[in-house]
């Protein structure tokens, strides 16, 4: 079992930034990548950002690309905390954000935090 913890959300007016955090603990070494979703009411959760085990991101939503970084913490092929930096928000990127750890054949997730960008 793998638990998950984000933090660092909050309210922040257009422009400015956030760093997410994601805490993992359990049986983190089956891990394979982590990502960070986020999802608005009434509508799908999106996949925002993905980074496997040896650092390499896999993948960032066009909508966020260059303004957004992530990145990871722990020993070589294991991910024991995961961030999200954000820059230059705005009011579109308001939303529950969720971190997602991922085995071979199961998935994990965090309880979200909200990032509301407003001014």
């Known amino acids: 079992q793998v638990q998950l913890m984000e933090s660092g959300g909050g309210l922040v007016q257009p422009g400015g930034s956030l760093r997410l955090s994601c805490a993992a603990s359990?049986?983190?070494?089956?891990?394979?990548?982590m990502a960070w979703y986020r999802q608005v009411p009434g509508k799908q959760r999106d996949m925002v950002a993905r980074?496997?085990?040896?650092?390499?991101?896999?993948?960032?939503?066009d909508s966020v690309r260059g303004r957004f970084t992530i990145s990871k913490a722990g020993a070589v092929n294991t991910i024991d905390t995961m961030y999200l930096q954000m820059n230059n928000l705005k009011p579109e990127d308001t939303a529950v954000y969720y971190c997602q750890g991922r085995e071979r054949s199961k998935s994990y997730w965090g309880q979200g935090t909200q990032v509301t960008v407003s001014s």
């Open positions: 980074i496997d085990t040896a650092g390499r991101t896999n993948y960032y939503a």
């Open positions: 359990g049986s983190t070494i089956s891990i394979i990548y």
